[in-house]
C-alpha cells in the first residue's frame, strides 16, 4: 500500500495515499477506539449542508474567486472558480450520503466534536482535489482548514449541523406516528362494538369495549405526534458564524449574517442565527428539552407494548382476548409456541431512549463556561434515539397493529363470565345487591345473566340492554326519572 505523509502540531503520520481522511482522522481513529460505532449518518450529511452553506458564503463575499483577498497565488495554477466548483460538488456529494464511508471517526470522542469535524474537513478537501484531478493531500491547493473550515469553527458548525439532521429526523418521526396513529386508529373501529373486561391493577374492574381500549392507544400516540411536530421550532435557532465562542472571531461580519440564510435555502428548513450567539454557543438546553419529547413517546410505546403482550398472553393459559400476528418461531424446545417479539422490540427501543435521555441531560448540564465538551454523546443519544423511534413506531405498524385480530367470543366469554359485568347493575339493583351477586358469582361460577333473570332482579331485555358495548361505552348514565308524587 501507498502512503503519502501529512503533519499538524504534534508531527507527522502516514496516511494511505488514497484516502480521503487525513491526519486529524488519523489521529482521532487511534484515540477513542471507543463505541465501535460512526457518527450517524444524519449528521455527516448535515455537516455536508452547512459546508456548503458557508462555502457558498465564502464565495459571495468573493472567496474563490479571481479577486480573492487572500491573493491570486492562493489556488496553485488551477484558478480559485474552479476551485469552489470542486469544493462545492464535494459538499453536495457529502450532503446526498455518497461520502459516507469516508467519515471514520467514533461516535464518541473527546474535543467537542472537533474529530467530526476535521474527518469532514479532510473528506471534502481531499474529494475536491479529487475532482480537480489532483492527489489527496495537496493542501496546498485546498486546504481542510484554511479553505473547507474558512470562517467556521467546530462550536457553530457541529451544533448547527446537529440541529439540521435532528430536524430532518423529526419529520421522519413524525410520518411514521402518524402511521402508527392510523393504524390504531383503524382498529378502534373494527373493534368498536366487541365487549370485554376492563381492568385496573390487572383485576377485573368494569365492562368496556376492544375499540374503547384502542382508541385510548391512538390517542396517547396523537399526542406524541403533535409533540413532535411542535418540537422542531426548539431546533431552528443556529449559532453558526458564532465561530469559537459565539463572538464570530474571524469570521467576516456579512459571513456572520449570510451563512444560515444559504443554509436555510439549501436545506429548506426554517433556521434562524440566534441573536445571542455567545448563548446559543454556551447552552444545550434545547436538546434536553426535545428528548424529553422523544421520552414521553417512548413512554407511550412501552405502555402499549405490554399492554399488547398481557392482552395476548396465552393463547391457553392467558387473556388470549388479541391474537398478534405471528412473526416467526418463539422457541428452540416447545413446538408451536409463537411470541410477541415485535412489542417486546418496541419496548426494548423504549428502555433505551429513557437511558439515552439520562445520558443526554447529563451530558447537557456538563458544559462549562463558554463551551459544552460533550457534543458527541449529545449527538449520538438524540440522533439515536431519533433513529430507534422512527423504525419502531414502522415496525409496530407493519408488522404487529395492522394485523391484530379480536377473538370476540373469548372477550365476551370474560366479559360475562366474571364479576366485572356487575358494576353495570349497580344503577338498576343498588350496589348492596350487586355485591351480594358478586360474591355469590364467585363462589358458584355460571352465568351473570342467568343468575340476575333468575333473581327476578330485571327483564332479559333490560339486561341485554345495559350490558351491550354501546351501554357500557357511553359517557355516564340517564338521569333517573323522578318517582311520582
Same mark, same amino acid.
Given at each position: 500500500? =501507498?502512503?503519502?505523509?501529512?503533519?499538524?502540531?504534534?508531527?507527522?503520520?502516514?496516511?494511505? *495515499?488514497?484516502?480521503?481522511?487525513?491526519?486529524?482522522?488519523?489521529?482521532?481513529?487511534?484515540?477513542?477506539?471507543?463505541?465501535?460505532?460512526?457518527?450517524?449518518?444524519?449528521?455527516?450529511?448535515?455537516?455536508?449542508?452547512?459546508?456548503?452553506?458557508?462555502?457558498?458564503?465564502?464565495?459571495?463575499?468573493?472567496?474563490?474567486?479571481?479577486?480573492?483577498?487572500?491573493?491570486?497565488?492562493?489556488?496553485?495554477?488551477?484558478?480559485?472558480?474552479?476551485?469552489?466548483?470542486?469544493?462545492?460538488?464535494?459538499?453536495?456529494?457529502? @450532503?446526498?450520503?455518497?461520502?459516507?464511508?469516508?467519515?471514520?471517526?467514533?461516535?464518541?470522542?473527546?474535543?467537542?466534536?472537533?474529530?467530526?469535524?476535521?474527518?469532514?474537513?479532510?473528506?471534502?478537501?481531499?474529494?475536491?482535489?479529487?475532482?480537480?484531478?489532483?492527489?489527496?493531500?495537496? +493542501?496546498?491547493?485546498?486546504?481542510?482548514?484554511?479553505?473547507?473550515?474558512?470562517?467556521?469553527?467546530?462550536?457553530?458548525?457541529?451544533? #448547527?449541523?446537529?440541529?439540521?439532521?435532528?430536524?430532518?429526523?423529526?419529520?421522519?418521526?413524525?410520518?411514521?406516528?402518524?402511521?402508527?396513529?392510523?393504524?390504531?386508529?383503524? =382498529?378502534?373501529?373494527?373493534? !368498536?362494538?366487541?365487549?370485554?373486561?376492563?381492568?385496573?391493577?390487572?383485576?377485573? !374492574? %368494569?365492562?368496556?369495549?376492544?375499540?374503547?381500549?384502542?382508541?385510548? +392507544?391512538?390517542?396517547?400516540?396523537?399526542?406524541?405526534?403533535?409533540?413532535?411536530?411542535?418540537?422542531?421550532?426548539?431546533?431552528?435557532?443556529?449559532?453558526?458564524?458564532? #465561530?469559537?465562542?459565539?463572538?464570530?472571531?474571524?469570521?467576516?461580519?456579512?459571513?456572520?449574517?449570510?451563512?444560515?440564510?444559504?443554509?436555510?435555502?439549501?436545506?429548506?428548513?426554517?433556521? *434562524?442565527?440566534?441573536?445571542? @450567539?455567545?448563548?446559543?454557543?454556551?447552552?444545550?438546553?434545547?436538546?434536553?428539552?426535545?428528548?424529553?419529547?422523544?421520552?414521553?413517546?417512548?413512554?407511550?410505546?412501552?405502555?402499549?407494548?405490554?399492554?399488547?403482550?398481557? @392482552?395476548?398472553?396465552?393463547?391457553?393459559?392467558?387473556?388470549?382476548?388479541?391474537?398478534?400476528?405471528?412473526?416467526?418461531?418463539?422457541?428452540?424446545?416447545?413446538?408451536?409456541?409463537?411470541?410477541?417479539?415485535?412489542?417486546?422490540?418496541?419496548?426494548?427501543?423504549?428502555?433505551?431512549?429513557?437511558?439515552?435521555?439520562?445520558?443526554?441531560?447529563?451530558?447537557?448540564?456538563?458544559?462549562?463556561?463558554?463551551?459544552?465538551?460533550?457534543?458527541? %454523546?449529545?449527538?449520538?443519544?438524540?440522533?439515536?434515539?431519533?433513529?430507534?423511534?422512527?423504525?419502531?413506531?414502522?415496525?409496530?405498524?407493519?408488522?404487529?397493529?395492522?394485523?391484530?385480530?379480536?377473538?370476540?367470543?373469548?372477550?365476551?366469554?370474560?366479559?360475562?363470565?366474571?364479576?366485572?359485568?356487575? #358494576?353495570?347493575? %349497580?344503577?338498576?339493583?343498588?350496589?348492596?345487591?350487586?355485591?351480594?351477586?358478586?360474591?355469590?358469582?364467585?363462589?358458584?361460577?355460571?352465568?351473570?345473566?342467568?343468575?340476575?333473570?333468575?333473581?327476578?332482579?330485571?327483564?332479559?331485555?333490560?339486561?341485554?340492554?345495559?350490558?351491550?358495548?354501546?351501554? %357500557?361505552?357511553?359517557?355516564?348514565?340517564?338521569?333517573?326519572?323522578?318517582?311520582?308524587?
Amino acid at each position: 500500500m =501507498k502512503y503519502r505523509t501529512e503533519h499538524d502540531l504534534l508531527g507527522e503520520l502516514e496516511i494511505p *495515499a488514497d484516502a480521503l481522511y487525513g491526519i486529524h482522522t488519523q489521529r482521532a481513529v487511534e484515540n477513542f477506539p471507543i463505541a465501535g460505532r460512526g457518527v450517524n449518518p444524519a449528521l455527516i450529511h448535515a455537516f455536508g449542508a452547512v459546508k456548503l452553506a458557508c462555502a457558498r458564503t465564502n464565495h459571495d463575499l468573493g472567496y474563490w474567486t479571481e479577486t480573492d483577498p487572500r491573493g491570486p497565488s492562493r489556488h496553485s495554477d488551477l484558478g480559485a472558480p474552479n476551485c469552489f466548483a470542486a469544493i462545492e460538488q464535494a459538499c453536495n456529494e457529502m @450532503l446526498d450520503g455518497l461520502l459516507d464511508e469516508h467519515i471514520v471517526v467514533d461516535a464518541l470522542q473527546g474535543g467537542a466534536g472537533t474529530s467530526t469535524n476535521m474527518n469532514v474537513n479532510e473528506v471534502l478537501a481531499n474529494r475536491a482535489l479529487q475532482i480537480l484531478g489532483r492527489p489527496p493531500g495537496e +493542501y496546498q491547493t485546498i486546504s481542510p482548514t484554511d479553505d473547507i473550515n474558512l470562517h467556521q469553527s467546530t462550536n457553530d458548525t457541529y451544533p #448547527t449541523s446537529l440541529k439540521v439532521a435532528a430536524v430532518r429526523l423529526l419529520r421522519e418521526l413524525e410520518r411514521e406516528t402518524i402511521g402508527l396513529l392510523d393504524a390504531f386508529q383503524a =382498529k378502534e373501529k373494527q373493534f !368498536a362494538n366487541i365487549l370485554k373486561i376492563g381492568r385496573t391493577q390487572y383485576q377485573d !374492574a %368494569v365492562p368496556t369495549t376492544l375499540g374503547r381500549e384502542f382508541g385510548a +392507544y391512538a390517542d396517547a400516540i396523537a399526542r406524541d405526534r403533535w409533540r413532535v411536530y411542535k418540537c422542531e421550532e426548539r431546533l431552528r435557532v443556529v449559532n453558526l458564524g458564532g #465561530t469559537a465562542i459565539g463572538t464570530g472571531l474571524n469570521a467576516p461580519r456579512q459571513f456572520i449574517f449570510r451563512a444560515t440564510e444559504n443554509l436555510r435555502a439549501i436545506t429548506g428548513l426554517g433556521l *434562524a442565527r440566534a441573536e445571542n @450567539l455567545v448563548e446559543a454557543t454556551q447552552n444545550t438546553d434545547a436538546f434536553v428539552e426535545v428528548h424529553g419529547i422523544l421520552k414521553a413517546l417512548a413512554s407511550n410505546l412501552l405502555k402499549i407494548s405490554a399492554d399488547l403482550r398481557v @392482552l395476548s398472553s396465552g393463547p391457553s393459559g392467558g387473556f388470549g382476548e388479541i391474537r398478534l400476528p405471528a412473526r416467526q418461531a418463539g422457541s428452540s424446545i416447545m413446538p408451536g409456541k409463537v411470541n410477541p417479539v415485535i412489542p417486546e422490540a418496541v419496548g426494548q427501543v423504549g428502555m433505551l431512549v429513557f437511558a439515552n435521555d439520562i445520558a443526554l441531560a447529563m451530558a447537557c448540564s456538563m458544559g462549562n463556561l463558554e463551551l459544552n465538551a460533550f457534543m458527541p %454523546v449529545i449527538a449520538d443519544c438524540l440522533l439515536g434515539s431519533l433513529d430507534m423511534l422512527t423504525a419502531a413506531c414502522r415496525v409496530f405498524r407493519a408488522y404487529c397493529i395492522e394485523g391484530i385480530e379480536a377473538d370476540e367470543q373469548r372477550c365476551r366469554r370474560h366479559a360475562h363470565g366474571g364479576t366485572a359485568m356487575i #358494576t353495570a347493575l %349497580v344503577d338498576e339493583i343498588g350496589y348492596e345487591r350487586a355485591s351480594d351477586l358478586a360474591v355469590r358469582l364467585s363462589r358458584t361460577g355460571g352465568s351473570l345473566r342467568e343468575l340476575v333473570l333468575a333473581e327476578g332482579l330485571m327483564s332479559a331485555e333490560r339486561f341485554d340492554e345495559i350490558t351491550s358495548p354501546q351501554y %357500557v361505552t357511553k359517557l355516564g348514565s340517564r338521569p333517573k326519572k323522578p318517582a311520582a308524587p
